[in-house]
């Protein structure tokens, strides 16, 4: 893939998924970050498919990312995981990391659900709590849908407003009542990384409104809302961000807290597409 996706690259990764899986109407498309992964291998009669063996598509190389597409079906309900995403800290380009999310939406998926492990900015969270996201602010500096005019696949301009389907936020509180799960909620922060945040990065971050800080997620749902998806995100809390607790951070303790989360977050995501 050059520089900007294209239609006919959308087109051939599209027909070699196809070629290899049954894709059926109706799938919900879900990206699995940190702590969420494991689903995907709840699923019944998968195929999986490595994103490097897709064309015009790049390997993940973030810890707990395994860089595969499941296709299945959970609990009747035919599911599209990306077990695993792309980030802007690998290198990737938002084109890059938008690209997936063209494919899904070409597959037939018009149900997203995003996911990503992030630090508790809001001083009421614990470490493990399950964040609904509210809503994003993008501190990464770019926009997938930037650059020349690419009308074929998105229009050039388009609304925001609820980045993250108001109906599908209503049967994540409910599902999470139905499981005796408390679902915290708030605002997520998107930077770059690869290294975390400072102390008086996060202070700024809690001036903005910002309640969970992380390092993806926000260039998937802006291309969502381009292509007119409904959006659900889900932040698990790994960690208290930087400052609000003295401890250094490290990327051991994301992943101890993201593994320890991996079935109540798993229970939670079941619930809500049985739900759908």
């Known amino acids: 893939m050059g520089q900007f996706i294209t239609r006919d690259h959308v087109s051939e990764a599209v027909a070699y998924i196809r070629n290899r899986a049954d894709i059926e109407p109706r799938a919900i498309g879900i990206v699995l970050g940190s702590g969420f992964g494991e689903l995907a291998e709840a699923l019944e009669d998968l195929v999986a498919l490595d994103y490097s063996d897709v064309p ?33 800290y ?35 969270f614990n470490v493990g709590d399950l964040m609904l996201i509210d809503d994003q602010i993008n501190l990464l500096g770019k926009n997938p849908c930037a650059g020349e005019e690419q009308g074929d696949l998105w229009p050039r301009f388009f609304d925001m407003t609820h980045a993250y389907s108001p109906e599908m936020r209503r049967r994540a509180r409910e599902a999470a009542d139905e499981c005796g799960i408390t679902l915290k909620h708030g605002v997520y922060i998107a930077t770059l990384g690869p290294s975390f ?23 998937e749902v802006i291309a969502a809302n381009a292509l007119g998806m ?7 809390i790994s960690n208290p961000a930087a400052g609000v607790q003295e401890e250094p951070l490290s990327m051991g303790d994301v992943t101890k807290a993201a593994l320890a989360s991996a079935k109540e977050a798993g229970r939670l995501m079941r619930a809500i597409i049985s739900a759908g």
């Open 56 to 88: 015009y598509m790049v390997g993940s190389t973030a810890p707990l990312h395994h860089g595969r597409f499941i296709i299945g079906r959970l609990d009747g309900r035919p599911v599209i995981c990306m077990q695993g995403r792309l980030h802007a």
């Open 90 to 124: 690998e290198g990737n380009t938002a084109q890059q990391i938008a690209f997936p999310i063209c494919v899904l939406h070409e597959l037939g998926v018009m149900e997203l659900i995003v996911t990503n492990a992030a630090g508790g900015i809001n001083a009421e």
């Open 197 to 219: 945040e400072t102390p008086a990065e996060i202070r700024a971050f809690k001036t903005l409104g910002a309640d969970a800080v992380g390092m993806s997620t926000v260039f």
């Open 230 to 236: 409904d959006v659900l995100g889900i932040s698990m």
